[in-house]
T-cell receptor, first 116, second 109 residues
């Protein structure tokens, strides 16, 4: 079974630009979560999607958005990039049958975003 | 939302020494998960604890869930260089996992 796939792996963008990151979950998994990882703040929850619906959102500005497609693939978008958005963006998938995340989360390799 | 404090932030041990990381919450937890992230890698699930006082072992790793379900620990016996990485605890909420800040483990040969 293929794991969680995130593309691209690395990205360099300029302040003010926007970026779209992609995540393909494990086949059969309907829940996709996004996390931002930085040395100072650790792993911070961005949002979670299940069957194309956003079920929860973390404490991030509206510049961060996401969506999920009918095949469970998900994208996240960051508009008007700031230097502080430089981070590792991780996507995790799980079966997601229930809203409580009490099953193993499978993480992708992440996208390393650098904003210059 | 729920918050978990994880200590220590960092530990450097000699190969063969033991290592323990602790995760504490001010509220009762429904469950707790542990993940390991190798340098340059992504978090990988290790285990989930659900029951009060639960103890689970995976080879040299021992996981405990406190009786009050407010704390948990991960203990590694006789560390090896392959144990290097950051260990995170995570608690489940509504459609989210809240992670501790992690404990970075360095092992010198």
């Amino acid at each position: 079974k293929a794991g969680v796939t995130q593309t691209p792996r690395y990205l360099i963008k300029t302040r003010g630009q926007q970026v779209t990151l992609s995540c393909s979950p494990i086949s059969g998994h309907r829940s996709v979560s996004w996390y931002q990882q930085t040395p100072g703040q650790g792993l911070q929850f961005l949002f979670e999607y299940f069957s194309e619906t956003q079920r929860n959102k973390g404490n991030f500005p509206g510049r961060f958005s996401g969506r999920q497609f009918s095949n469970s693939r998900s994208e996240m978008n960051v508009s008007t990039l700031e230097l502080g958005d430089s981070a590792l963006y991780l996507c995790a998938s799980s079966p997601g049958q229930g809203a409580r995340m009490n099953t193993e989360a499978f993480f992708g390799q992440g996208t390393r975003l650098t904003v210059v | 939302g729920q918050q978990v404090m994880q200590i220590p932030q960092y530990q450097h041990v000699q190969e063969g020494e033991d290592f323990t990381t602790y995760c504490n919450s001010s509220t009762t937890l429904s469950n707790i998960q542990w993940y390991k992230q190798r340098p340059g890698g992504h978090p990988v699930f290790l285990i989930q604890l659900v029951k009060s006082g639960e103890v689970k072992k995976q080879k040299r790793l021992t996981f405990q869930f406190g009786e009050a379900k407010k704390n948990s620990s991960l203990h590694i016996t006789a560390t090896q260089t392959t144990d290097v990485g950051t260990y995170f605890c995570a608690v489940s909420g509504y459609s989210t996992l809240t992670f501790g800040k992690g404990t970075m483990l360095l092992v010198s040969p």
